[in-house]
Structure formats: C-alpha cells, structure tokens
C-alpha cells in the first residue's frame, strides 16, 4: 500500500493507496521564496519591464493611486508596499497625496482589521485607504469595449496623474489568469461593467489558464488600458505564500513575465486518471466550498469521462456563497444555468454553473465538515469519512486496474 498525506484544514489527513492502481503524484518543483523579497520588489521598480522606473514617473504634488487586493485574494500586499513608497517618497511625493484603493470588484467592503492585516498597520494608519464600490455614483467613465463593456471605473483612479496597480499572478477560472489587467475591471470597475464583462463565461476559451482567443481576458486588457496605468507591481508565490518572482513594469508585457513563470512551475503534464484524489491544498484554501472548489476545477483536465473525484477540503464554514447554493438548488442541469447566465450574470451562479458542469464528467466524493445531507441534496456529491471508504465503494463498479493520481496542492497546480 501507498501512504498519502494530504492537507485538510489545519490538519492533515492520511490514506492507503494499493499499490496496483496508484499511478503517482502531481508535485511540483517549486522554489523556495526570495530571502528578501521586499528588496527584490525594489530592484525591479528601479529597472521595471517595458516602460521608466516609478522614481523617474513620480513627481512632487501627482496625485498617486495604488490599486491593491482586497481580503479574498492571498496577495503579498504587506512585502509590495513598502518599497513601492519608498520610491514615491524618494521622488518627493507627500504621503497626503497617496491613496490605496482596495479592489473589491462585487465583493464587500474591507473592514479596518482586515485593512490592517493586509496593508500592515504602520501603512494602514499613515495611508489613507478606501474600499472601492462598485455601486457608487461618482465612478468615471474612460469608453466603452470592443465587445460592448462600458467602462467606468473609481474616481480616486481615474483622477490619479499615477496610477499603480499591485497583485499576485495565479490561476483564475474564467480569465485565465489572476493579476495584471484585473487590478482595473473588475477591481475599481462598475457593477455593470464587471456583469457584462463576466457574461462571456460561458465562451469555451473563458478557461483556466487560457489567455489567446479568451475573451473575458481580452475584455479586460482592452478595458484596463483605458485607465493608463503608469506600472503594475506584481508577484508570484509558492504554496507556502512565498513570493518566489516579482514584476514590474508595462502593464501587458510585466504581467505576461509574471504568467511564464507560473506555468514553468504549476502547469503540470500528466497522463489521465480514473480517479484523482485531491486536496484543496488545505486552510484557507479550503475555508468554503466556494473556493475550495477551484482544485476540482484544476484537475478536470486530466479525469477520464465518467471518472472519479475524491474531494479533500474540510469547509469550515460551509458552502461560503448564498448564491452559489440558490443556483445548486434552483437547476438541475448546467445547461439551464448557462441560459440563465447569458442573460443575466451573477456573481456565485458561475461556480454553480462549473460544479454542475465537472458533475456530468466525474462522480465527486468529499471529506469535509460540510454537513453529508446538505452536500448530497443540494451540491450532488457523496459524503465520506475517509479516502478508503470512497475507493471502497468505487472499486465496486469500477475496473480493477483503474489508475489512481493524487494532487496534494489542488487549488495552485493546473493538471494538464
């Protein structure tokens, strides 16, 4: 037998695998992360990617902006920041004349602990900060898309003369990629604006880890240059939330640098599996079935039809979106939701959409403190206490040679 272990929580969970139908593991080679990666920021500010250093852009008395995640995404905010106003100190810009915008796109306000936590508490008491709404009525409008999204963005954006857009480049499930461009729309855009933008889901090139011919992606660079970004200030971070890579610089040709090293270590080749047991990669990527979600979605690719998925994520706090557990309950097929989400796009409907969708390829089990009634009525997937009570079950109707993968670190690894 083949001993796994794999993150759950806190904790950790361990299972016996046979040894005839364990067919591997998906690790990656990851690096370690940069022993001073706050120095690191700084040399690349001072020889960015495509366009002058911020020391050289700034000048006394601009009016700055710096665009940074809000407390959904694991972006180091903390390590980017300090260098990012060093440099602006540097070139004689007062602290008055800065603000950090969080770009909570639809999501909630940040509130002042979170802000403390994510900003450090020095910045988020000497800073003034803001949580954009993306229903406020003084948003700018900079134009209307090729694809019809009209873009109107935060005003503290807009009227800044320099506008600096921070992130972490990872994998995201409809535009590709996280980072870059989406400092803008969805970020500090409109509510309108991320609705129509987001409507294209449904295009098959809105994928994961997809970028040529996606048009959600497309939407957003051509929506994002609007704004004129002066720099964006980018990082990209190993499973332990290291940062291993920095880029600053232009805001298509840094961000792109940025996606190259994420798919040299995360995007990992691997033969099909009948079965793939997967961790979400542990707390807090497994806080909710909502984001836990996303290593389901990572290891599609490499499931045969009509496999098996046997789901690790411990859901502490449950299902995670009131939306996404309305769809689940509402329709029963992907193919309503999809009608549905041409229509009328809904912030939560999409991860319905994609569970139902990954339902009709594989058979999901799942380990998780998600109560087992309401896991199987609402979201389709059986209830377990343990990986070999799943195998157990499907070694009843499944071949016995059938071949095992595991992927330890679901939720950062793209199988392909």
């Known amino acids: 037998m083949t001993k796994i272990s794999l993150n759950y929580g806190t904790k950790k969970i361990v299972a016996e695998i046979p040894d005839s139908n364990y067919s591997g593991m998906l690790e990656v080679n990851e690096p370690s992360g940069m022993k001073d990666p706050e120095a690191g920021i700084l040399r690349c500010l001072r020889k960015p990617i495509n366009c002058q250093p911020l020391n050289r852009m700034a000048r006394p008395g601009d009016r700055v902006a710096i665009v940074v995640n809000d407390h959904t995404r694991p972006s180091p905010t903390r390590i980017i920041l300090p260098p990012v106003l060093e440099e602006l100190k540097g070139a004689g810009i007062i602290k008055d004349n800065v603000n950090i915008i969080f770009g909570c796109g639809t999501h909630r306000k940040v509130k002042e602990q979170e802000a403390k936590n994510l900003l450090g508490e020095a910045i988020a008491e000497e800073i003034e900060w803001t949580s954009h709404d993306c229903e406020a009525e003084d948003l700018v409008y900079l134009g209307t898309t090729s694809r019809g999204t009209r873009v109107a963005i935060n005003p503290l954006v807009s009227k800044a003369d320099l506008k600096i857009l921070t992130g972490d480049i990872c994998y995201h499930f409809f535009a590709g990629y996280g980072g870059g461009r989406k400092s803008i729309l969805p970020a500090v855009a409109s509510k309108d604006a991320i609705i129509k933008n987001h409507s294209m889901i449904t295009d098959p090139k809105s994928e994961i880890g997809v970028l040529e011919g996606n048009p959600i992606h497309e939407d957003m660079v051509e929506g994002a240059k609007f704004a004129n970004p002066n720099i964006i200030v980018n990082t990209v971070q190993n499973t332990g939330k290291e940062v291993i890579g920095a880029f600053c610089g232009e805001l298509e040709a840094a961000f792109l640098k940025g996606v190259n090293l994420l798919d040299r270590i995360y995007r990992v080749k691997s033969d099909k599996a009948d079965i793939v047991i997967v961790s979400a990669g542990g707390y807090p990527k497994d806080i909710d079935l909502y984001q836990a979600y996303k290593a389901i979605h990572n290891a599609l690719p490499i499931i045969n039809n009509h496999g098996i998925i046997i789901f690790v994520a411990e859901c502490r706090e449950g299902a ?33 959409y994609y569970l139902t969708k990954a339902l009709q390829k594989a058979r999901i089990y799942m380990i998780t403190e998600i109560p ?40 950062s690894v793209l199988a392909s």
């Open 320 to 352: 995670g979106n009131k939306v996404f557990e309305e769809w689940m309950k509402r329709y029963a097929t992907a193919e309503q939701m999809k009608k549905q989400l041409e229509q009328n796009f809904i912030m939560g409907a999409h991860k319905a």
């Open 372 to 411: 087992s009634k309401e896991l199987e009525k609402v979201y389709r997937i059986i209830p377990v206490k343990s990986v070999e009570e799943a195998l157990e079950d499907v070694f009843n109707t499944m071949k016995k040679g059938a071949k095992i993968k595991v992927i330890p670190y679901g939720s």
